[in-house]
């Protein structure tokens, strides 16, 4: 099975017919919508979000028809996606040989993954072209953003050279903590040098004889393991968790739902907020959907109380749904947005 199918076919399963087969798409795309990060959450797909930005609405409807055309998958009128018994057999068979990229998170490591390597790559890049004393070549990277921060990066380190061992020792430790994991080669190849051009996906996937769809999903593992044991000790390799840390937003919130976060904080209701930005409250809502998922130790009671929380996750457990139209059939007197915070809140068992 193509590796990309065998992801779309996991995601469906997870999913579990309780939306449309595009929530999937919406998910490995990377929508910054409530709404995907929400399903990203509650179904436990976060490996998979933001792992295909650039994904065609085209190209994912025809691998979707692939699995239809093999007798995996079974797509209704309103485009619900359930996977036939052959379909579930094929995807226990591909659990259990194929590769699963357990490091990624990427509601945590998206956006940060990109930046981490556009930096790196750029900056090992111009390292290696000063040590050689070359000044005309090609960047491996074009984003203005990303080159000025390589600009600041020196300016604010005297030495090129103090620069680039510690890089060097800093990522050799690294890697040396990736090999257990997976061949620290399907990273090291795409870097470039003097002379030197990192090789493409479809050039390292056929040097490592592996499809290039499968390669993409370990290249963005290996990176996020690597993010992840930068979050865990930044003091061990403070150059390359310099370049991890993103200034533009405020952490992993969108920007204007950090603009309602700050509102939120300063005590305004969801009513103000929207007044003041010129906002649906519908709009703030979302916000407010996005913030629960981000942040933790946000009190959930200005919205919905705690017995109420306990309320919709009876309910959830005993119509074995997370459908909003199917709960507030049950429970009329809750809104859907209080349903909505409940299901957010669903897995913390600590409100029990």
């Not at 600009?151 to 990736?178: G, M, P, W």
Request: with cysteine; glycine share 4%.
């Amino acid at each position: 099975m193509k590796y990309l199918n065998y992801v779309i076919l996991y995601c469906l399963e997870k999913v579990h017919e309780e939306r449309s087969i595009y929530s999937v798409f919406h998910i490995l795309k990377g929508k910054k919508s409530s709404q995907s990060i929400q399903d990203t959450h509650l179904f436990e797909l976060q490996p998979f979000f933001l792992s295909l930005p650039k994904l065609k609405r085209e190209f994912f409807n025809e691998k979707v028809k692939e699995l239809v055309s093999e007798g995996y998958l079974h797509i209704s009128e309103n485009e619900i996606g359930t996977l036939t018994l052959k379909g579930e057999k094929i995807l226990k068979s591909e659990l259990q040989t194929a590769f699963f990229p357990k490091d990624m998170n990427g509601l945590l490591f998206g956006d940060q993954c990109q930046l981490f390597w556009k930096r790196l790559s750029l900056l090992v890049q111009v390292l290696s072209n000063v040590k050689n004393k070359e000044s005309i070549y090609y960047p491996v990277q074009r984003s203005r953003g990303v080159q000025d921060w390589v600009k600041r990066f020196l300016r604010a380190h005297s030495s090129e050279e103090n620069i680039s061992l510690t890089i060097y020792k800093e990522l050799k430790q690294v890697l040396n903590l990736q090999l257990g994991k997976d061949d620290p080669s399907i990273f090291v190849h795409r870097l470039t040098g003097f002379e030197d051009y990192g090789w493409t996906e479809s050039q390292v996937a056929e040097k490592l004889k592996m499809h290039e769809e499968e390669y993409r999903f370990r290249f963005l593992n290996f990176i996020h393991g690597i993010l992840v044991e930068l979050t865990k000790h930044p003091e061990t390799y403070p150059i390359l968790y310099s370049m991890s840390i993103k200034s533009d937003q405020t952490e992993s919130l969108t920007i204007s739902t950090a603009k309602t976060f700050d509102l939120l904080n300063r005590g305004f209701s969801l009513e103000e907020i929207a007044r003041i930005r010129n906002l649906k409250q519908n709009t703030i809502e979302d916000h407010v959907i996005e913030i629960l998922l981000t942040k933790e130790k946000i009190n959930t009671e200005k919205f919905i109380k705690k017995e109420d929380i306990h309320e919709v996750n009876k309910v959830m457990d005993s119509l074995e749904t997370k459908r909003l139209k199917a709960i507030k059939e049950k429970i009329p007197e809750l809104s859907y947005f209080q349903i909505r915070v409940a299901i957010t809140k669903a897995g913390d068992r600590n409100e029990s």
